[in-house]
T-cell receptor, first 119, second 111 residues
Framework: AQTVTQSQPEMSVQEAETVTLSCTYDTSESDYYLFWYKQPPSRQMILVIRQEAYKQQNATENRFSVNFQKAAKSFSLKISDSQLGDAAMYFCAYRSLQNYGGSQGNLIFGKGTKLSVKP | EADIYQTPRYLVIGTGKKITLECSQTMGHDKMYWYQQDPGMELHLIHYSYGVNSTEKGDLSSESTVSRIRTEHFPLTLESARPSHTSQYLC??????????FGSGTRLTVV
């Protein structure tokens, strides 16, 4: 079974600085998606960025980018020019494509990293 | 605008009461999910559905039940609420391989 590990329960960054959140996963599959979700305090969980495993190019969305290392099974999120609104819980998630139709196609979430942004 | 809606947003209720948490989506997604989450903590999958008349239990055992009579509607019911049910409940849906769309959640407090 696949697992997702976020080894940093909490992180802190100074406003305008850059921070990297770590995520590793374990799978024997070759086709899958990886995601980073953001959950601000008392607000809706939203998708930050998505990476298809077959793409070698790292995904980027404005100030958010990933470092996807398929062989190392690593999927870190870099937030550049951090803003106060970036303070949130961040969840890394894995989704199988080879077994999408069954329960194995459900998203598997890490335990989350709480990011604080200092003014 | 396509979205997923959860009501109520907050609920405080007495022990022993029956409650239903509502979740509706307007995106025509086949797959829907219920997660339980204590504030600032990890997500626990408690129920999911792959379509009408399909419901499955998730990884975390829950005393709640769900139904899926219509594609857009996936309510969660607690027959007799207890203080141990105090938590946040998140509903999500998925129509493809890309990911989930989450509702705003229901924060339940049982007193």
């Amino acid at each position: 079974a696949q697992t997702v590990t976020q080894s940093q329960p909490e992180m802190s960054v100074q406003e305008a600085e850059t921070v990297t959140l770590s995520c590793t996963y374990d799978t024997s599959e070759s086709d899958y998606y990886l995601f980073w979700y953001k959950q601000p305090p008392s607000r809706q969980m939203i998708l930050v960025i998505r990476q298809e495993a077959y793409k070698q190019q790292n995904a980027t969305e404005n100030r958010f980018s990933v470092n996807f290392q398929k062989a190392a099974k690593s999927f870190s999120l870099k937030i550049s020019d951090s803003q106060l609104g970036d303070a949130a819980m961040y969840f890394c998630a894995y989704r199988s494509l080879q077994n999408y139709g069954g329960s194995q196609g459900n998203l598997i979430f890490g335990k989350g990293t709480k990011l604080s942004v200092k003014p | 605008e396509a979205d997923i809606y959860q009501t109520p947003r907050y609920l405080v209720i007495g022990t022993g009461k029956k409650i239903t948490l509502e979740c509706s989506q307007t995106m025509g997604h086949d797959k829907m999910y219920w997660y339980q989450q204590d504030p600032g903590m990890e997500l626990h999958l408690i129920h999911y559905s792959y379509g009408v008349n399909s419901t499955e239990k998730g990884d975390l055992s829950s005393e709640s039940t769900v139904s899926r009579i219509r594609t857009e509607h996936f309510p969660l019911t607690l027959e007799s609420a207890r203080p141990s049910h105090t938590s946040q409940y998140l509903c999500a849906s998925s129509g493809g391989t890309f990911g989930y769309t989450f509702g705003s959640g229901t924060r339940l407090t049982v007193v």
